[in-house]
């Protein structure tokens, strides 16, 4: 009788252990998930004179991202127009793992007139993102300073 305890006992045991051992295993050589950049602009604002020609924007990416992070950064019009207070414009930024906390430059062409305006802005967003999610600043504005003067 008690060699029949015992082998149930065992039973029992190498039982717990079929059922455990996936489980351990699965931790162990578990794949870390995959891990997402931050992408946001540098700063909110930015200023350029209307005869600067351009405006050069940074766009930051921070974290520890495990494959390359992009997304697409784009104009809309603000109170400026596309086509005659600046030149439309949609770019992607794609930066590797290894190039995270640093930024990559997007540019926007200024036209110049001979108009006396008040500053105009355009708007700048984030979007299509690919492993990667948004930071703050999520948008940014660009201010178009005017240099023309009233004639007398
Ligand atoms: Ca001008
Ligand atoms: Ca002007």
């Given at each position: 009788?008690?060699?029949?305890?015992?082998?149930?006992?065992?039973?029992?045991?190498?039982?717990?252990?079929?059922?455990?051992?996936?489980?351990?295993?699965?931790?162990?050589?578990?794949?870390?998930?995959?891990?997402?950049?931050?992408?946001?602009?540098?700063?909110?604002?930015?200023?350029?004179?209307?005869?600067?020609?351009?405006?050069?924007?940074?766009?930051?990416?921070?974290?520890?991202?495990?494959?390359?992070?992009?997304?697409?950064?784009?104009?809309?019009?603000?109170?400026?127009?596309?086509?005659?207070?600046?030149?439309?414009?949609?770019?992607?930024?794609?930066?590797?793992?290894?190039?995270?906390?640093?930024?990559?430059?997007?540019?926007?062409?200024?036209?110049?007139?001979?108009?006396?305006?008040?500053?105009?802005?355009?708007n700048?967003?984030?979007?299509?993102?690919?492993?990667a999610?948004?930071?703050?600043?999520?948008?940014?504005?660009?201010?178009?300073?005017?240099?023309d003067?009233?004639?007398?």
């Open positions: 009788m008690a060699a029949r305890k015992k082998q149930i006992a065992w039973l029992g045991a190498a039982a717990v252990l079929t059922l455990l051992l996936p489980l351990v295993i699965s931790r162990v050589f578990a794949t870390p998930s995959p891990q997402q950049g931050t992408v946001s602009f540098e700063y909110s604002s930015w200023s350029v004179n209307e005869y600067d020609g351009t405006v050069t924007i940074t766009v930051l990416m921070t974290g520890s991202p495990t494959s390359a992070v992009s997304v697409t950064c784009s104009t809309s019009d603000g109170t400026a127009t596309a086509g005659e207070d600046y030149t439309a414009n949609s770019q992607v930024l794609t930066w590797q793992p290894s190039e995270a906390g640093t930024t990559k430059t997007f540019t926007i062409f200024i036209l110049n007139d001979v108009d006396v305006e008040s500053t105009e802005t355009v700048l967003v984030l979007s299509n993102l690919v492993n999610k948004l930071g703050s600043p999520s948008t940014a504005v660009v201010n178009i300073i005017d240099d003067v009233p004639c007398p």
